[in-house]
């Protein structure tokens, strides 16, 4: 009777959703007071107060946006190619998007989290996850560019990351999927999940001084769907909190059978305990295959290496790194108050949102005040740990941040409103409605110590009646709500790219001034830069063709080029001599098959082409860089394969006819 109440409590759920996303809200027409446009302007040639870093979802792509203009400043690509920028096409960027299956030119990116020290955002990098192939990128703030990718072995859906300690020691990812480990046989039926699937957990190490990540450790946990995670802080460092759905190790159907327990769990990790079993030499070394990409802003280029060995914790084995909480059921949130103290679960399907408390978890496990374990993994009692519980806040809480005043705001999916209660009396507050279908929310710095309480932004699964029509499919959305006040109020509606998930905010004065300008062209160390036109040159080695130009306002050097024979493979190494401040320029020829290239100020990109045919291709500037900008251009002559045309190029020279006729 209990499961059957639980299913058709989700089924009333979807059905208040359904009528939720069908009819516009009386009041949608008049949310905004008079003062709103006032409070969201940026007044040309002003900056913006916040950068606004915002996943792309299935784009795999991260959105960056100014606050409160709403303003789309950079859209930086990470795991899906982007001609725009040449990104995953040109030949130096390609080894970014390696992974032990090959080349992946696509992932689905959910979440942003932006670096700490002392439990502060400190500017310095922005991480994102690959749901699809489990990866985790870093983000450099100073180019804002991809800098490093690490793939996750013994994981599927890398959905629950990359969530990051107080000092960033770790960046941490919970599988979405349990799997069979990857040293095991994987080929086995689906239906013995129980018995062959397990959960991982990855902990990232990454270097204070240039971030370098590296998989210090992994443990291995029961076969469950891991959600999304945060770190304790304060009293509460040295451990991390993550959401856990699918207790019942259902493997078909999962809106059904993994509907039919009352709760499913928090699991609390004790990763200081962790990295002890692991210098006391108690980890398991597994053999696993998998990428470790970076880029050099020096060379302009990555490199890609597979690694082949990870360190695995048992937490079966070592039953002091991982106790379970239970908590209301299919939770999708799990968040940490600026003190370190309060924990913040969800459950999707109940109505009410449960708050631990650090002090009384510790003191239960101190007590062993167990309701037993749960594959050998210790569960704590659900009133032992327990705070208290936000009565009748709203229909499908999901997820939480903070404003450092004590209040506290959820997002409620169902119901499409973000609420504010009080973390100590648990009280709600305000509520304020969405439009429509609210995901995740943001408050700069909302996750850390120290938040900035002066805006929310809510982002959306649903806009029908915000936007012009686009067809069925409609543009994503952002609403930036003024929570400086007692009440909140809505000034901004803004489209995103992608469907956004998470998203972080920061300060734009930690980042601007720390902003990369231009490369210094005598830094350039691509083993391909020309560091002047006299430099250029094009080489034959066998069927293979280096054409090492130049680009500068308003010319390439060499810009003709004759003696390419069909079937060759060209690589031309394009160094944009500029040094002067958002001066990049472009490249692209007829008939190449991958994308341009983007060529930053002192930097060298690489563009691989096929020749395919004899005959005349035109190459150009795609950045428009100058009053002569159309101007710029070349052409590459193709004679047929076997043919004696000698291999020429030039700038603003014109070879006797006789020097490039083909010798019969």
Same mark, same amino acid.
């Given at each position: 009777?209990?499961?059957?109440?639980i299913?058709?409590?989700?089924?009333f759920?979807f059905?208040?959703?359904?009528?939720?996303?069908?009819c516009?809200?009386?009041?949608? @027409?008049?949310?905004?007071?008079?003062?709103?446009?006032?409070?969201?302007y940026?007044?040309p040639?002003?900056?913006?107060?916040?950068?606004n870093?915002?996943?792309g979802?299935?784009s795999? $792509?991260l959105?960056t946006?100014?606050?409160?203009?709403?303003?789309?400043?950079?859209?930086?690509?990470?795991?899906s190619?982007?001609?725009?920028?040449g990104?995953?096409?040109?030949?130096?960027?390609k080894?970014?998007?390696?992974?032990?299956h090959?080349?992946?030119?696509?992932d689905?990116?959910?979440?942003?989290e932006?670096s700490?020290?002392?439990?502060?955002?400190?500017?310095?990098?922005?991480?994102g996850n690959?749901?699809?192939?489990p990866?985790?990128?870093?983000?450099?703030l100073k180019?804002?560019?991809?800098?490093?990718?690490i793939?996750?072995?013994?994981?599927?859906g890398?959905?629950?990351?990359?969530?990051i300690?107080?000092?960033?020691?770790?960046?941490v990812a919970?599988?979405?999927f349990?799997?069979?480990?990857?040293?095991?046989?994987?080929?086995?039926?689906?239906n013995?999940?129980?018995?062959?699937f397990k959960?991982?957990i990855?902990?990232i190490?990454?270097?204070?001084?240039?971030?370098?990540?590296d998989i210090a450790? $992994?443990? $291995?946990?029961?076969?469950?769907n891991f959600?999304?995670?945060?770190?304790g802080?304060?009293?509460?460092?040295?451990?991390?909190?993550f959401?856990?759905y699918?207790?019942?190790q259902?493997?078909?159907?999962?809106?059904v059978?993994?509907?039919?327990?009352?709760?499913?769990?928090?699991?609390?990790?004790?990763?200081?305990?962790?990295?002890e079993?692991?210098?006391?030499?108690?980890?398991?070394?597994q053999?696993?295959?998998?990428a *470790?990409n970076?880029?050099?802003d020096?060379? *302009?280029?990555?490199?890609?290496e597979?690694?082949?060995?990870?360190?695995?914790?048992?937490?079966?084995?070592?039953?002091?790194i991982?106790y379970?909480?239970?908590?209301?059921?299919s939770?999708?949130?799990c968040d940490?108050?600026?003190? @370190?103290?309060?924990?913040?679960?969800?459950?999707?399907l109940?109505?009410?949102?449960?708050?631990?408390?650090?002090?009384?978890?510790?003191?239960a496990?101190?007590?062993?005040?167990?309701?037993?374990?749960y594959?050998?993994?210790?569960?704590?009692?659900?009133?032992a740990?327990?705070? @208290?519980?936000?009565q009748?806040?709203?229909?499908?809480?999901?997820?939480?941040?903070?404003?450092?005043?004590g209040?506290?705001?959820?997002?409620?999916?169902?119901s499409?409103?973000?609420v504010?209660?009080?973390?100590?009396d648990?009280?709600?507050l305000d509520r304020?409605?969405?439009?429509?279908s609210?995901g995740?929310?943001?408050?700069?710095? @909302?996750?850390s110590?120290?938040?900035?309480?002066?805006y929310?932004?809510?982002?959306?699964k649903i806009?029908?009646?915000?936007?012009?029509?686009?067809g069925?499919?409609?543009?994503q959305?952002?609403?930036?709500?003024?929570?400086?006040?007692d009440k909140?109020q809505?000034?901004?509606?803004?489209?995103?790219?992608?469907?956004?998930?998470?998203? $972080?905010a920061?300060?734009?004065?930690l980042?601007? !001034?720390n902003?990369?300008?231009f490369?210094?062209?005598?830094e350039n160390?691509?083993?391909?830069?020309?560091?002047?036109?006299g430099?250029?040159?094009?080489?034959r080695?066998?069927?293979?063709?280096?054409?090492?130009m130049?680009?500068?306002?308003s010319?390439?050097?060499?810009d003709?080029?004759?003696?390419?024979?069909?079937?060759?493979e060209?690589?031309f190494?394009?160094t944009?001599?500029e040094?002067?401040?958002?001066?990049?320029? !472009?490249?692209?020829?007829?008939?190449?098959?991958?994308?341009?290239?983007l060529?930053?100020p002192?930097?060298?990109?690489?563009?691989k082409w096929?020749?395919?045919?004899?005959?005349m291709f035109?190459?150009?500037?795609?950045?428009?860089?100058s009053?002569?900008?159309?101007?710029?251009?070349g052409y590459?002559?193709?004679?047929?394969?076997g043919?004696?045309v000698?291999?020429?190029?030039?700038?603003?020279?014109?070879?006797?006819?006789?020097?490039?006729?083909?010798?019969?």
């Amino acid at each position: 009777m209990k499961s059957i109440r639980i299913i058709a409590a989700a089924a009333f759920s979807f059905s208040l959703l359904m009528s939720f996303n069908s009819c516009k809200p009386k009041n949608a @027409g008049n949310a905004v007071n008079a003062d709103a446009a006032s409070k969201a302007y940026v007044a040309p040639g002003k900056y913006d107060e916040f950068y606004n870093f915002v996943s792309g979802g299935f784009s795999g $792509q991260l959105a960056t946006y100014g606050l409160p203009s709403g303003r789309l400043l950079r859209v930086i690509p990470v795991f899906s190619v982007d001609p725009e920028k040449g990104w995953g096409y040109s030949e130096e960027t390609k080894p970014m998007l390696n992974t032990s299956h090959g080349f992946v030119p696509w992932d689905d990116l959910h979440h942003t989290e932006l670096s700490q020290t002392n439990g502060e955002i400190d500017g310095r990098w922005v991480f994102g996850n690959a749901n699809n192939t489990p990866r985790v990128a870093r983000i450099d703030l100073k180019t804002f560019r991809t800098a490093e990718i690490i793939e996750l072995p013994n994981s599927a859906g890398n959905h629950s990351s990359p969530f990051i300690t107080e000092n960033t020691e770790y960046v941490v990812a919970g599988t979405r999927f349990s799997v069979p480990p990857d040293d095991k046989n994987g080929d086995v039926p689906i239906n013995t999940y129980k018995q062959n699937f397990k959960g991982t957990i990855s902990f990232i190490s990454v270097a204070k001084e240039d971030g370098k990540m590296d998989i210090a450790f $992994q443990i $291995q946990c029961p076969g469950v769907n891991f959600d999304l995670s945060h770190a304790g802080k304060g009293k509460s460092h040295g451990w991390f909190f993550f959401s856990c759905y699918n207790t019942e190790q259902a493997n078909t159907l999962l809106e059904v059978n993994a509907s039919q327990k009352d709760k499913d769990f928090i699991m609390a990790v004790n990763w200081k305990k962790a990295e002890e079993y692991l210098k006391a030499g108690k980890g398991r070394k597994q053999a696993v295959k998998y990428a *470790h990409n970076t880029y050099s802003d020096k060379t *302009h280029s990555a490199t890609s290496e597979i690694k082949t060995e990870v360190t695995v914790l048992d937490a079966k084995e070592l039953k002091d790194i991982c106790y379970f909480i239970p908590c209301p059921k299919s939770p999708h949130g799990c968040d940490v108050d600026p003190t @370190g103290e309060y924990i913040v679960g969800s459950g999707k399907l109940a109505a009410l949102i449960p708050v631990f408390s650090f002090d009384k978890m510790i003191k239960a496990i101190a007590d062993k005040a167990y309701a037993g374990d749960y594959d050998g993994i210790p569960v704590i009692k659900y009133e032992a740990a327990l705070y @208290g519980e936000v009565q009748k806040p709203g229909l499908g809480p999901l997820h939480t941040e903070f404003d450092g005043k004590g209040n506290a705001y959820t997002t409620f999916f169902v119901s499409s409103e973000v609420v504010k209660w009080n973390i100590k009396d648990l009280k709600v507050l305000d509520r304020a409605p969405t439009y429509y279908s609210v995901g995740h929310l943001c408050i700069p710095g @909302g996750d850390s110590k120290k938040p900035n309480a002066k805006y929310l932004i809510a982002y959306n699964k649903i806009t029908k009646d915000r936007y012009l029509p686009t067809g069925p499919e409609l543009a994503q959305s952002a609403q930036l709500y003024d929570i400086s006040g007692d009440k909140m109020q809505l000034i901004l509606d803004f489209p995103t790219i992608g469907e956004p998930h998470y998203a $972080q905010a920061v300060s734009a004065d930690l980042i601007k !001034g720390n902003s990369v300008k231009f490369f210094k062209i005598d830094e350039n160390q691509n083993p391909y830069v020309s560091k002047g036109e006299g430099t250029t040159k094009v080489v034959r080695t066998g069927n293979r063709v280096d054409v090492n130009m130049t680009c500068i306002r308003s010319h390439f050097s060499p810009d003709n080029i004759e003696g390419i024979k069909a079937g060759d493979e060209v690589y031309f190494h394009v160094t944009n001599l500029e040094q002067d401040w958002d001066v990049p320029h !472009g490249f692209a020829i007829k008939g190449a098959n991958t994308g341009e290239l983007l060529i930053m100020p002192g930097e060298t990109q690489t563009l691989k082409w096929t020749a395919e045919k004899a005959g005349m291709f035109p190459f150009y500037c795609t950045d428009f860089c100058s009053a002569l900008h159309q101007e710029m251009q070349g052409y590459i002559r193709v004679s047929p394969a076997g043919s004696n045309v000698p291999l020429l190029f030039s700038t603003g020279k014109n070879y006797p006819v006789a020097d490039t006729a083909a010798k019969k």
